[in-house]
T-cell receptor, first 114, second 115 residues
Framework: EAQVTQNPRYLITVTGKKLTVTCSQN?????MSWYRQDPGLGLRQIYY???????DKGDVPEGYKVSRKEKRNFPLILESPSPNQTSLYFC?????????????FGNGTRLTVT | AQTVTQSQPEMSVQEAETVTLSCTYD???????LFWYKQPPSRQMILVIR??????QNATENRFSVNFQKAAKSFSLKISDSQLGDAAMYFC????????????FGAGTTVTVRA
């Protein structure tokens, strides 16, 4: 089944404890992206990647890191999480053939930082 | 910067009735796409419908249709014959050719369906 898989689904951590949210897609998509969803703000892009070893900042990149060593994986790293990073996170992917290709989303990761 | 505005935080509709969700955007690009995504309580983001800016005809997908008013930069979603399974948060989003595939989302509208 074609899908984007995020793990974990829920994560509770404490301020300053490094964490990684994994994202993997099995559709051979070039484009991958991370969004965070907050009430009243919709979804905002954190980072994106057009292909392996190519990553770029989105609208809200501060406090986050990403890497794209393999085409299928695009982990989101929080080196020193803070409470303002408590949010719902989505990984998404699409083929790069056209910008009208709809994004395929993972099931989301609910992160709480205390 | 792209801005997508959904002015209705919540909407309520009686089962089998019709509800319309509003969305405005402000891109200066001539080539762009507009989308509506549905997010049920399961959190999954589900594509409902999409519209190409250069197409005059409004997109339709079963009970879902859009009213695309390009000059007014308006992109409303109409849900006809509402069903209990339509209860969800709905997001309007925009993508332009110059913006590296980024989707810019509105704040969302929560739709409640009354039985």
């Amino acid at each position: 089944e074609a899908q984007v898989t995020q793990n974990p689904r829920y994560l509770i951590t404490v301020t300053g404890k490094k964490l990684t949210v994994t994202c993997s897609q099995n559709m051979n998509h070039e484009y991958m992206s991370w969004y965070r969803q907050d009430p009243g703000l919709g979804l905002r892009q954190i980072y994106y990647s057009m292909n392996v070893e190519v990553t770029d900042k989105g609208d809200v990149p501060e406090g986050y890191k990403v890497s794209r060593k393999e085409k299928r994986n695009f982990p989101l790293i929080l080196e020193s999480p803070s409470p303002n990073q408590t949010s719902l996170y989505f990984c998404a992917s699409s083929p790069i053939s056209s910008y009208n290709s709809p994004l395929h989303f993972g099931n989301g990761t609910r992160l709480t930082v205390t | 910067a792209q801005t997508v505005t959904q002015s209705q935080p919540e909407m309520s509709v009686q089962e089998a009735e019709t509800v319309t969700l509003s969305c405005t955007y402000d891109t200066s690009e001539s080539d762009y796409y507009l989308f509506w995504y549905k997010q049920p309580p399961s959190r999954q983001m589900i594509l409902v419908i999409r519209q190409e800016a250069y197409k005059q005809q409004n997109a339709t997908e079963n009970r879902f249709s859009v009213n695309f008013q390009k000059a007014a930069k308006s992109f409303s979603l109409k849900i006809s014959d509402s069903q209990l399974g339509d209860a969800a948060m709905y997001f309007c989003a925009e993508s332009t050719s110059s913006n590296d595939y980024k989707l810019s989302f509105g704040a969302g509208t929560t739709v409640t369906v009354r039985a």
